[in-house]
């Protein structure tokens, strides 16, 4: 278990209430409770990299601004996709350069998997939003697939672990092939991520303060085989989107020829059009 505790109090709760969403007088006790935060993913992140995720660690703000619609009334701490990877496949999807300057919190476009901390309680999830297509192309493959190995993953996930999309919420022992495509199907009807997590009442999460941080991290761990098996890269391509991404570098290096070449030419032109003219100045002297 990490040695990084999340000692979470009253306070730490109290800072994220409505009425407080849009103080900015709170951005101090909410920057205490997102460092600390910080640190305890930060220190369980070497648990991650053995089981083989590629991830980055980032947070949402603590202090209202125009990322968060000047209101903070939780603070995420989550990992995704390495940036390279995040690269490739907005290059593939052709994402607007602002888009992806102003990326959303948690990512609608990659699948993730942190802690939430509002006024309510905490909370460890795995979640996926439709946007996230070849991530979602991969958890459909999986489910279409005759291997077992996906259910096994969903079968290893503690009991106290729930599927959800909204309001739906089906427990991970009764999450058979059929139930999480019907989620799934909901997701994208909604337009809302499916989640796999654990959520703890602040009450409970108050009473059990010096153990709790060490329960999320064993949630959040043990959503790390489902992670890896559904997020999408050039090593878990199951909907076989490499060549298309190989057809963009080759289309890249095309451009970059033709414009290269098409640099030289017009620096050729130049220098003639320079000597020509170096040459009549030659002349009426």
Do not use: C
């Amino acid at each position: 278990m990490t040695s990084v505790p999340l000692l979470l109090t009253a306070q730490d709760f109290d800072a994220y209430l409505p009425e407080r969403g849009g103080s900015k007088a709170f951005s101090r006790p909410r920057l205490e409770v997102k460092q600390r935060a910080i640190a305890w993913a930060r220190a369980l992140q070497p648990r991650l990299a053995a089981l083989g995720l590629r991830v980055d660690l980032e947070a949402s703000d603590e202090h209202p601004g125009p990322r968060n619609g000047h209101r903070v009334e939780a603070q995420w701490v989550f990992f995704t996709r390495h940036v390279a990877e995040r690269d490739e496949l907005e290059r593939l999807a052709g994402r607007p350069l602002v888009e992806a300057m102003e990326p959303s919190i948690p990512p609608t476009r990659h699948v993730w998997v942190g802690l939430r901390l509002d006024a309510r309680g905490v909370e460890v999830s795995l979640g996926v939003h439709p946007e996230a297509f070849a991530d979602v192309g991969n958890l459909r493959a999986l489910l279409a697939s005759s291997d077992g190995d996906a259910r096994a993953v969903l079968a290893a996930l503690p009991d106290e672990l729930r599927l959800a999309v909204g309001d739906a919420r089906v427990p991970v022992r009764e999450a058979t092939a059929e139930a999480i495509a019907e989620l799934i199907g909901r997701a994208t009807a909604d337009w809302a991520p499916l989640s796999i997590g654990w959520s703890v009442g602040r009450e409970v999460a108050l009473e059990h303060a010096t153990g709790i941080g060490d329960e999320l991290e064993g949630a959040l761990v043990a959503l790390g085989p489902v992670y890896r098996s559904i997020a999408w890269s050039r090593d878990n391509d199951l909907v076989l989107l490499a060549p298309r991404l190989a057809g963009l570098e080759d289309d890249r290096a095309r451009a970059h020829a033709a414009n290269a070449a098409a640099h030289d030419r017009w620096t050729a032109d130049r220098q003639v059009e320079h000597a020509r003219v170096a040459g009549l100045a030659r002349a009426r002297r």
